[in-house]
């Protein structure tokens, strides 16, 4: 009776094709010192069986554990889960970062971890410890911590810094925060609309400053002033609502606003109907992250889309790359950057239905 597929293990393998355990785990993860004679005897016996190569078995060779672990913010992220705001961060690193896992026969695991408490270095050991990943992907904020970033150094785990532009330590993977806000606030300029406010991110996310000095790059280039037209929020539905309020209370208020998140995009169309203002009419918007809540709100919001699906899958391409030596992924440039160099995934501009021309 053939046996189940689920049943077989690297011990039936090496007991068909009459080789040791090691010899299995070789030939499953690719090694060049096995003869081709050795290695076709154990393909066949795995096609025979039906064998499909398990982490376990992968790992028997010693040299790589087969997981790469993404570690994102814990208290933001749980904040999100439980809000059910349509927040789909999470979701879209999965879809990028697992499908490219498993075309190299990776696993991917999610991690949360708070990177402002004083044990972050001892969280993140535990999970090293327990999983020993053979790379790592850091989120904002986690990507510029200075603490976490000489934890793994000091570890000699590879890691990508997704949303940093630092080229000191890890492989930097930018999100083009800078240009995006060039971007809306372009979009913007060129729909006749002179007086943009921009509400920032929170501080302790270097991206936030990035995203500013785009808007301020843009206007400035315009020849337009951005005096007053600055606030600030910490990706909050309820900081969102506060600057909103600011911004809009002078009476030469703005005629367009660029938040920097959905959450903040999404109060600030709450605030403009309190205060008896027509989205796109009176006032334009212009959201980051592109969620489902701004497709589905009313209107639908204008927003910045950052492939976070595409920069999850080229952070797990540059930590196999820098594994196996390879050259990194080619990108834009002509020639394909080394793996120490700043890496960018290019943005896109959603047009709907919040952004109006201004005579």
Not at 1 to 19: D, L, P, S
Not at 170 to 184: F, K, L, Q, W
Not at 343 to 354: G, M, N
Request: glycine share 6%.
């Amino acid at each position: 009776m053939a046996r189940r597929k689920q049943a077989v293990t690297i011990r039936h393998v090496a007991a068909e094709a009459g080789v040791s355990l090691q010899t299995v785990s070789r030939v499953i993860n690719n090694e060049a010192n096995v003869r081709a004679e050795t290695k076709e005897r154990v393909q066949a016996a795995i096609d025979r069986l039906g064998y499909v190569p398990s982490i376990a078995a992968q790992r028997m060779s010693g040299s790589r554990s087969y997981l790469i672990l993404a570690v994102n913010d814990r208290t933001r992220t749980i904040a999100d889960w439980q809000a059910r705001q349509g927040t789909d961060w999470v979701d879209q690193m999965m879809l990028g970062g697992m499908l490219k896992c498993a075309e190299h026969g990776y696993r991917m695991i999610f991690e949360l971890v708070d990177t402002h408490s004083d044990h972050v270095e001892r969280e993140l050991g535990a999970a090293i410890a327990a999983l020993q990943p053979d790379g790592i992907i850091l989120t904002p904020p986690h990507s510029d911590n200075p603490q976490i970033v000489d934890f793994l150094c000091e570890h000699g785990v590879p890691f990508v810094r997704i949303g940093s532009q630092r080229q000191d330590h890890g492989i930097p993977v930018s999100m083009d925060d800078e240009g995006s806000a060039r971007i809306a606030t372009n979009h913007l300029i060129a729909h006749g609309h002179r007086r943009i406010g921009f509400i920032a991110g929170p501080s302790d996310y270097e991206l936030s400053g990035w995203r500013v000095d785009g808007w301020r790059a843009a206007m400035a280039a315009a020849g337009l002033d951005t005096a007053g037209l600055l606030d600030a929020g910490d990706f909050s539905h309820a900081s969102g609502r506060a600057a909103a309020l600011r911004l809009l209370d002078p009476p030469e208020r703005p005629t367009a606003i660029i938040a920097s998140n959905d959450q903040m995009a999404v109060a600030t169309l709450e605030v403009a109907r309190e205060l008896g203002l027509v989205v796109p009419d009176d006032l334009s918007i212009i959201s980051f992250d592109n969620t489902p809540i701004v497709q589905f709100a009313q209107p639908p919001l204008t927003a910045i889309d950052q492939s976070i699906a595409a920069t999850a899958s080229l952070a797990v391409e540059l930590i196999i790359a820098s594994l196996k030596g390879d050259p990194a992924p080619d990108q834009s440039p002509p020639e394909p950057p080394q793996p120490d160099q700043l890496h960018v995934v290019p943005a896109t501009l959603i047009p709907r239905a919040s952004v109006a021309a201004r005579g």
